[in-house]
């Protein structure tokens, strides 16, 4: 199924330099970029995109974190999107996420682990409008 999935190089991945490496690689596994954009996100749009994690002891520390620098956003479009930017992701901890994912190659510890991506099709349909409308999804 061809589906359309948000993507967030997040701030310790795009001060390091790295998000020109990460776009190369979801374009090299065949999956589209159909928006892309740098945001500078508020602490009140952090809060609310992570709002589901609300209640986790990690959620100040979190938003602290994504606020921290501007933030690479993108919509990736492709056959099982979804799910294959999730494997291109890798764990979300990067010590335990397999050899030649983002994750593993580029993230810093369990925080600050390089990349985000919608974990569902009800999550992408709340986090791609998120950040795009669809004027700005191309093709
Ligand atoms: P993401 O939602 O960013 O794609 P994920 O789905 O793998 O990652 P979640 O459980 O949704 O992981 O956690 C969201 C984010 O919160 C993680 O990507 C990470 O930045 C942070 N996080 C998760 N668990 C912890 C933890 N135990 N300590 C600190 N930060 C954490
Ligand atoms: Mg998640």
Redesign the pocket.
Known sequence: MRETTLA?I?PEAVKRGLAGDILKRIQGAGLALRALRLVGLSRAQAEAF?D??RE???YR??CE?MISGPVVVAALEGEGAIARW?EL?G???PAQAAPGTIRKDFGI?????A?????SAATAAREVPFFFSALDLVG
């Open positions: 967030i997040k992570y589901v994690h986790r002891p990690f520390s979190l974190y999730r992701m764990a979300t901890d510890d369990i925080e600050q682990n990349v985000h991506g919608s974990d």
